[in-house]
């Protein structure tokens, strides 16, 4: 079993529709990102999360850590939104981080 | 300011052949990454370093050597190319440890035929 399982694997909504990715894991960990990959290749960081909540403009993450779990969700999504999402945690002690496998979401016109 | 920078974009290596794909950044970031994405998996760290002069190995490191004699710079080499190591590479760096922001280069598309 992966230490992060994000879901959907897949998830295609029409513009204008609330979006959530879901991240779950199963160690210890310091912090939790979420990333952006475009379709061009590219890949961005979105937040860095600890504890709470954190939002960037329609971007909305939480997290949850007595249940390891942590959620990003999407407002008002739009077809620039379309791209693949991946949850990251940082294990505590270890300089590393491990992923997830992305969620590749699509948003139609 | 550039961030990080990755060359080359793709190349195709013949089993057997060896290549050292670059990475610079102008952050003056401590930490650095390689990563390999492979279709439909996560990213796999290969190699990090911390500073200048210290490198260690990530969860797939066989096939691969790293340096990092500067702070800027840190090479991963390939030997002996595998059809096993198609795939693309990212490298990424951070000021401090994985719990800061990593930013990552545009990676590299490597196929071994």
């Known amino acids: 079993k992966n230490e992060v399982e994000q879901s959907p694997q897949n998830l295609t909504a029409q513009e204008g529709e609330f979006i959530t990715i879901n991240c779950s894991y199963s160690v210890g960990i310091s912090a939790l990102h979420w990333l952006q990959q475009h379709p061009g290749g590219g890949i961005v960081s979105l937040f860095m999360?600890?504890?709470g909540k954190k939002k960037h403009g329609r971007l909305i993450a939480t997290i949850n850590i007595q249940e390891k779990h942590s959620s990003l969700h999407i407002t008002a999504s739009h077809p620039r939104d379309s791209a693949v999402y991946i949850c990251?945690?940082?294990?505590?002690?270890?300089?590393?981080?491990?992923f997830g496998q992305g969620t590749r979401l699509t948003i139609n016109p | 300011n550039a961030g990080v920078t990755q060359t080359p974009k793709f190349r195709i290596l013949k089993i057997g052949q060896s290549m050292t794909l670059q990475c610079t950044q102008d952050m003056n970031h401590n930490y650095m990454y390689w990563y390999r994405q492979d279709p439909g998996m996560g990213l796999k760290l290969i190699y990090y370093s911390v500073g200048a002069g210290i490198t260690d190995k990530g969860e797939v490191p066989n096939g691969y050597n790293v340096s990092r004699s500067t702070t800027e710079d840190f090479p991963l080499r390939l030997e002996l190319a595998a059809p096993s190591q198609t795939s693309v590479y990212f490298c990424?760096?951070?000021?401090?440890?994985?719990?800061?922001?990593?930013?990552f280069g545009p990676g590299t598309r490597l196929t071994v035929l």
């Open positions: 999360l600890s504890s």
């Open positions: 990424a760096s951070s000021y401090s440890d994985p719990t800061d922001t990593q930013y």
């Open positions: 990251a945690v940082s294990i505590q002690g270890a300089q590393k981080l491990v």
